[in-house]
């Protein structure tokens, strides 16, 4: 009698004991889950901050820098480069800009980050110095391909295509209509991209092997 009610009291406790121990387990899994989602949103969210910041810049002034020897220092700055994998340096720019007949300026130039443009450039042309080149975003054409070619690369495209306006040929900034809107700047570093989907991946891998580490776990 009393060995019974004691096994059966024991054994009550210890179906309790499983009870509340699959519920925690359950539990846990839940929030691992609200986890790996709330990592996932994070890194997207992140990620598009990115891209609205590179991609389209609204300012009013666009500018590039004369390049010069190799050894030199960058013209816009010790610090001051463009957010591009392809155009951020002079030997980017000699590479992609100047070495492709499309694309390429009157003189070897690199575009300048918004700030210095900011900092520098009061109108349109060449600074007092002469050691910036400004444009107004707002306009997009130009007499020449060459001329369109360098507003483009201020503002972050490359190229230029040729419009008929009023009877007169002009050239409009970036290779296809529509490639270079006006008003904005458009770097995009493609390697910091790379990056932040490779974070978003890892992060999301993670919370997920968390989850069947403890699936398995409470198995």
Do not use: Q, W
Not at 38 to 60: K, Y
Not at 164 to 176: E, H, L, P, Q, W
């Amino acid at each position: 009698g009393g060995g019974t009610i004691l096994r059966t009291h024991t054994l009550a406790h210890t179906m309790f004991a499983a009870r509340s121990s699959r519920s925690s387990a359950i539990r846990v899994l839940f929030l691992a889950l609200v986890l790996a989602l709330l990592v996932s949103a994070r890194a997207a969210e992140d990620h598009d901050d990115h891209d609205d910041h590179d991609d389209e810049e609204e300012v009013d002034f666009a500018c590039t820098a004369p390049c010069g020897a190799a050894d030199a220092a960058h013209p816009c700055g010790a610090t001051e480069f463009v957010a591009s994998d392809d155009y951020s340096t002079c030997n980017l720019t000699l590479a992609n800009i100047m070495n492709v007949t499309a694309y390429a300026t009157a003189t070897h130039v690199v575009p300048c980050p918004s700030d210095v443009c900011a900092d520098k450039c009061t109108a349109e042309g060449a600074t007092s110095d002469g050691l910036f080149n400004c444009f107004n975003t707002s306009v997009t054409t130009d007499a020449t391909a060459a001329a369109a070619n360098h507003r483009a690369l201020a503002m972050g495209c490359v190229g230029n295509h040729a419009m008929n306006m009023s009877g007169m040929t002009k050239y409009m900034v970036g290779a296809d209509h529509g490639d270079c809107p006006a008003g904005s700047v458009h770097f995009h570093d493609d390697d910091h991209d790379d990056h932040d989907d490779s974070a978003a991946a890892r992060a999301t891998f993670a919370a997920a092997a968390l989850v069947v580490a403890l699936f398995a776990a409470a198995a």
